[in-house]
């Protein structure tokens, strides 16, 4: 069964309502949780990509890509749950697992149900909450992972927004 179905939070996912790139963020992270998620896209098997400004690299330890210094330019981590779905990671050297999802690409229920499995993934791994925000709107997440409940749960009324 679906953790959340399209026709109930379709708005969601609007783009212009809650920007091309909604915020999703897994809080109170460290090193280790940065890596158990690095160590999650190796075992899925997931098609991943690492660069650093324009140079595609092999991905390195997380203590190495977050060790780096604080002018260096944020790599990123491209990983494709499903061949249609592209997950972001930003190395923010700060204490949360940080990436965007475009939401142009999850649109309808069977892309719903990969972006779902993909924050159900991410926080089991990590036994943390996964938060998703309008883009620039930390404050107020609108969906995510409820480690509890151990399910994908709506944290605001779609109807609201």
């Not at 650093?52 to 060790?67: C, I, K, W, Y």
């Not at 210094?69 to 499903?82: G, Y």
């Not at 592209?86 to 990436?99: G, K, Q, S």
Request: glycine share 6%; with cysteine; aromatic share 8%.
């Amino acid at each position: 069964m679906a953790d959340l179905l399209w026709d109930d939070v379709s708005c969601l996912f609007d783009p212009d309502l809650m920007g091309s790139l909604p915020d999703v963020r897994v809080p109170n992270a460290s090193v280790e949780d940065w890596q158990a998620v690095l160590d999650l896209v190796a075992e899925r098997g997931w098609k991943c990509q690492y660069s650093e400004s324009e140079t595609v690299l092999p991905m390195p330890r997380a203590e190495v890509v977050l060790s780096r210094p604080a002018d260096a330019e944020c790599p990123d981590l491209r990983v494709w749950p499903t061949a249609d779905v592209l997950v972001i990671f930003r190395f923010h050297p700060d204490d949360e697992v940080d990436f965007d999802i475009a939401l142009r690409e999850l649109q309808g229920q069977e892309r719903l149900d990969v972006f779902c499995g993909f924050l159900r993934e991410t926080g089991r791994r990590l036994g943390k909450p996964v938060l998703m925000a309008p883009e620039g709107d930390y404050g107020h997440p609108v969906l995510g992972f409820d480690a509890e409940a151990d399910r994908v749960a709506l944290l605001a009324n779609p109807q609201v927004r």
